[in-house]
């Protein structure tokens, strides 16, 4: 049960009406009519009645009503115990970041919370995924920006909806350049620059259906911004994400996706039980109250 919900729930009950209420909310009338029907199967009662005149609430209605009320006036206050604290917050916030799409979505965060908290420093430390994990796990950063595939149990987190799509940098002057899609037919005769990452190195391998000591691989990375100065040296082609150029770009290199067709996603994590420090914390609740809007 979420503040949010409680929120929906006492503006039906006070404008006895869904229409209205949906208005009031700015959400639409089956977003709402769905988070009160969820909200009563959850709870496991009929806390309001549906009829032509609009919404009567039932003894457990008033009584939730009751209780919600309370949760949710403590709720504001405690907010604004923090906004009013909000200029006195200060210390460091260190995060790590693999090169991808979802680096936007971090990105904004972090400047919308240093709007909010201007005496915050934040410490971003770019690195492959596995080396943010290793620093989340021995407390070294406190919010992590990882890529899939990785095991989310130990963690808090919240799934990014933009997909990223694998595929091959190379040189516009490459003989495969060309193509609107490579295949592994296409692409394993060809020098091949991959990530040092251990599961997603096996999966390209695998995806091109050889083993590694029947391909030409001249250099591996940990991440690709120096990688791709080789590729335009022409060391090699780089099997990188498209999320991951968004950094940077070249005239002189195409970007071309794999086929069958391999997607991923980002993933902002935190451990869990843990105990932050106050600005640490008011920034995972930002990532929360994200979380929420996403849903």
Request: proline share 4%; glycine share 6%; with cysteine.
């Amino acid at each position: 049960m979420e503040l949010r919900t409680l929120r929906y729930f006492l503006t039906a009950a006070t404008e006895e009406n869904i229409t209205r209420a949906a208005d009031v909310l700015h959400v639409t009338q089956p977003t709402l009519s769905r988070q009160l029907m969820d909200l009563e199967k959850e709870l496991g009662t009929t806390l309001m009645l549906r009829g032509k005149k609009g919404l009567t609430l039932t003894d457990d209605g008033l009584f939730f009503r009751q209780r919600a009320e309370e949760i949710v006036e403590l709720a504001d206050r405690l907010e604004q115990r923090f906004a009013e604290k909000s200029e006195s917050v200060t210390g460091i916030i260190n995060v790590g970041a693999s090169e991808a799409i979802g680096s936007r979505m971090m990105a904004k965060l972090i400047c919308q919370f240093s709007d909010k908290y201007p005496l915050v420093q934040f410490h971003l430390y770019n690195e492959m995924a596995d080396n943010i994990k290793d620093r989340l796990d021995k407390g070294l950063v406190d919010v992590g920006l990882l890529l899939e595939p990785i095991d989310v149990h130990k963690y808090e987190y919240l799934r990014l909806m933009q997909k990223e799509t694998w595929g091959v940098l190379m040189r516009t002057d490459h003989p495969l350049a060309g193509l609107e899609v490579i295949t592994p037919e296409d692409i394993a005769e060809y020098s091949l620059i991959l990530p040092l990452r251990e599961k997603v190195r096996e999966d390209i391998i695998n995806w091109i259906g050889r083993e590694e000591k029947n391909l030409h691989i001249p250099l591996s990375h940990t991440l690709l911004s120096n990688a791709v100065l080789l590729v335009e040296e022409g060391m090699g082609c780089a099997f990188c994400l498209d999320g991951a150029l968004a950094v940077r770009s070249s005239p002189n290199l195409k970007f071309i996706p794999i086929q069958p067709e391999k997607t991923t996603r980002s993933v902002l994590v935190w451990n869990k039980n843990q105990i932050f420090s106050p600005a640490t914390s008011l920034f995972i609740q930002e990532i929360n109250m994200m979380r929420a809007q996403m849903r």
